[in-house]
C-alpha cells in the first residue's frame, strides 16, 4: 500500500492503517481493507471508517462515497451535501464538479447547483475562474463561474489553468494558451 506520511506527523497509529494522506483542514483520510474515513493529527478517528472511497480536504470538504453516491463531509464528519451524485471531484476556489444523470455540473459549498448538469466533462476552476468543460460533440473549452463560455468549444483536450496558462491539444498538436485563447507556447 501507498503511505503518504508527513515526517512531522508520522506516528505509531498511523500503522494500523493501510494507508494514510497528509493531514488537510486537520484530519487525514486513512483507510483499511475497503474501507475510508478521516483521523486527526493524533490518531483519534473523527469521521468513522464507513466510505467506500473518500478523497482529501479541499476547501474544508471532503468528497466521500457509500453505495456508489458521493456527497460532501466537512471537517467536523457532518454530510453537508448529501449522497447523491455518481461522481464527485474536489472543491477548488469554492465549486466542485459533480456528474448526475451521465452530465457534468457544478455545485457550491451548501451543495446548491450553481452550473447545470449539461456538459459531457469537466474539470474544476482554475485560482483564474475558468473551468475547462466538453460540449455534447467532444469538443473542449472554458467557461467562467457564471457558466458562460470564455473560451470556444474547439479543442480535444483542455487542462486547468496554472499561473494563467493551460495546455490544450489543437488538432493533432498540444499547445498552452492564455486566459484569452491566445496560444502563448508550445509544448
Known amino acids: 500500500s501507498l503511505w503518504i506520511v508527513n ?4 506516528q505509531a497509529w498511523a500503522k494500523q492503517y493501510d494507508h494514510v494522506d497528509e493531514c488537510t483542514c486537520g484530519l487525514s483520510l486513512v483507510g483499511k481493507g475497503n474501507k475510508h474515513g478521516f483521523v486527526d493529527k493524533n490518531g483519534k478517528v473523527v469521521v468513522p471508517l464507513i466510505y467506500d472511497e473518500a478523497l482529501t480536504f479541499s476547501d474544508g470538504l471532503a468528497a466521500v462515497m457509500q453505495n456508489n453516491k458521493w456527497g460532501y463531509l466537512d471537517s467536523t464528519g457532518k454530510m453537508v451535501v448529501e449522497l447523491q451524485y455518481s461522481e464527485a471531484m474536489s472543491f477548488h476556489n469554492g465549486m466542485a464538479v459533480v456528474v448526475k444523470g451521465g452530465n457534468y455540473g457544478f455545485i457550491n459549498e451548501k451543495g ?9 466533462g469537466a474539470r474544476g476552476f482554475s485560482a483564474d475562474g475558468l473551468a475547462p468543460v466538453m460540449n455534447a460533440k467532444g469538443k473542449w ?3 467562467d463561474k457564471k457558466g458562460k463560455v470564455v473560451i470556444p468549444f474547439k479543442y480535444g483536450f483542455a487542462d486547468e489553468f496554472v499561473d494563467g496558462v493551460a495546455r490544450v491539444m489543437e488538432g493533432s498538436e498540444m499547445i498552452h494558451i492564455d486566459v484569452s485563447g491566445k496560444k502563448v507556447a508550445e509544448n
Do not use: K, L, R
Open 141 to 143: 473549452g472554458y467557461i
Open 112 to 120: 446548491t447547483v450553481v452550473i447545470p448538469f449539461e456538459f459531457g
Open 7 to 10: 515526517a512531522g506527523f508520522a
